[in-house]
């Protein structure tokens, strides 16, 4: 789990290298388109590495995009927190995704499996058998079961300590999961800003009101404001999703623990 976690984290890291590449390349290469005579004129080594660059930004717009590529140049320095927030929220849920579904098991198979065991009163080879099962809900099992053959209290605040720890570990990630979401419009909001601030100074510079003069500073907090937004939808649509599986998990904990109690009572 915490290869499949680092494995994720590095894929992520090279993405931001890629665009930061792809961004470099871009200027170059418009540097490049601005300046031809003074490239004809440098040495051969300098040449080689501008064809390079080129070459690697139109790969990087046929990969993803000339138009997003376009955007997040003309969107300002905000992009760049911007896309390190992406970056992070995106691996949180793609980890939480995972560890979700693995902590997830077949409530009635396990139940069908461990129930005789307990109705026979073989509390520790039920115990072990939800030992060597994944997920909260043979966590809180495990717990009970090794309380069995004491009191029923005994084995209802087994299963309420064991339900706080699993409780914990589900809602794990979910607030760097909302930081996210809550961020990336602010971030979009503060691009905004920073547009509007660009368009009224450029009035100012002018001494006068021009479409043409404000275009670029509004253009900037426009694309900052669906930045943000194109970030927070999708997280927020995922955060909604992991947080149905962990409310099937708590469900899935409740059932299992009634129904060991049950049987431990009618064995009393």
């Not at 490049?32 to 003074?38: I, K, Q, S, W, Y």
């Not at 992406?86 to 793609?94: D, E, K, L, P, S």
């Not at 902590?103 to 065991?117: G, Y």
Request: glycine share 6%; proline share 3%.
């Amino acid at each position: 789990m915490k290869k499949s976690i680092l494995r994720i984290l590095l894929v992520m890291f090279i993405i931001n290298i890629f665009l930061c590449t792809i961004l470099v390349a871009q200027d170059n290469g418009v540097t490049a388109n601005d300046n031809e005579t003074a490239i004809a004129e440098t040495v051969s080594p300098i040449v080689t590495n501008v064809d390079e660059m080129s070459n690697l930004e139109t790969f990087a717009r046929r990969l993803v995009g000339s138009y997003l590529v376009k955007l997040f140049v003309e969107g300002g320095w905000v992009l760049w927190p911007m896309l390190i927030l992406t970056i992070w929220g995106f691996a949180m849920c793609i980890w939480k995704i995972v560890a979700l579904s693995y902590a997830k098991v077949n409530l009635n198979n396990f139940l069908n499996q461990i129930m005789p065991l307990i109705k026979a009163k073989k509390y520790k080879e039920a115990a072990e058998l939800a030992y060597k099962t994944r997920g909260p809900v043979a966590s809180v099992t495990h717990s009970a079961l090794i309380k069995a053959d004491k009191s029923i209290e005994a084995v209802e605040k087994a299963i309420e300590n064991a339900a706080t720890i699993e409780m914990a570990f589900l809602e794990k990630g979910f607030i760097n999961i909302n930081t996210t979401i809550n961020l990336a419009p602010m971030f979009g909001f503060f691009g905004t800003m920073l547009g509007m601030i660009e368009a009224f100074d450029s009035i100012a510079r002018a001494g006068e009101v021009d479409p043409t003069i404000v275009a670029d500073g509004i253009k900037v907090a426009l694309i900052t404001t669906m930045a943000g937004l194109a970030i927070a939808i999708p997280v927020q649509f995922i955060n909604n999703v992991l947080l149905q599986m962990v409310d099937g998990l708590v469900l899935d904990m409740q059932r299992a623990s009634d129904k060991i109690i049950e049987t431990v009572v009618e064995n009393q």
